[in-house]
């Protein structure tokens, strides 16, 4: 039997899709980098393990959030314990989700790694407020990285719910977080203790931001800015 703690507000699915329906909740830019956070301890709390567990399964419908909308991580392990595979060993009989890693399926093998290029989709659905299977064409998964880099040469994919409420620089600084974590080479990846502290850092500065600049901050065209130097 397993037991969960009774979280209230549901996966964060329920309140970050733009089903156009008007749901109640509007998340924030400064909650939603508070979520990833949230997440990417989580996550970052697993791999520090001795040894290592590894998610596997890592995806929105998967972070869970209090009353409070703390992020919680959920089913940590549980594709170990349905499938009996070691926590780094082969990935039989996985399907290919907008979440799993390519090199999953080439290497036949999961690491922390895997998981990052997770969050980075996690991430990628917090900026967009669109779920990833529904916005990003099949063909152009294996390359998710090289997608997100033509795409976000503009304001297009970012959710427009977030008008008005967040710094051109913190909204840079996370889609290149997630960039990163997209690396099509999982050597190239950031580790999650590492993915959290810049979270953690980009969340202060836009809290400081907002606070001398005032709430309604104006919003710089981003523009090619995501991607340059």
């Not at 090199?103 to 997770?118: A, I, K, L, P, R």
């Not at 997630?178 to 809290?207: G, H, K, W, Y």
């Amino acid at each position: 039997m397993l037991v969960y703690e009774y979280l209230p507000n549901g996966s964060v699915c329920g309140h970050l899709y733009d089903n156009r329906k008007g749901s109640a909740t509007r998340l924030e830019f400064k909650q939603r980098l508070s979520i990833a956070i949230g997440a990417a301890k989580g996550l970052n709390h697993l791999h520090s393990l001795d040894p290592p567990l590894i998610h596997k399964d890592f995806k929105t419908n998967n972070v869970l959030v209090d009353e409070n909308f703390i992020a919680k991580v959920a089913d940590a392990g549980l594709v170990r314990l349905i499938r009996g595979s070691d926590d780094a060993g082969p990935s039989r009989g996985f399907s290919n989700s907008v979440y799993q890693d390519p090199e999953v399926q080439s290497m036949t093998q999961f690491s922390e790694s895997s998981d990052v290029y997770s969050f980075g989709v996690f991430l990628l659905e917090l900026i967009t407020g669109r779920e990833a299977a529904s916005l990003i064409p099949t063909e152009s998964r294996e390359y998710l990285a090289h997608w997100m880099e033509a795409h976000f040469s503009s304001n297009e994919l970012i959710d427009p719910r977030l008008a008005g409420n967040f710094t051109a620089e913190g909204m840079k600084e996370l889609v290149g977080l997630a960039f990163q974590c997209l690396n099509p080479s999982s050597r190239r990846r950031p580790r999650m203790r590492l993915v959290a502290t810049e979270l953690d850092r980009i969340l202060e500065t836009e809290m400081s931001m907002t606070t001398f600049m005032g709430d309604g901050t104006t919003i710089v065209t981003l523009g090619s800015q995501l991607f340059s130097s």
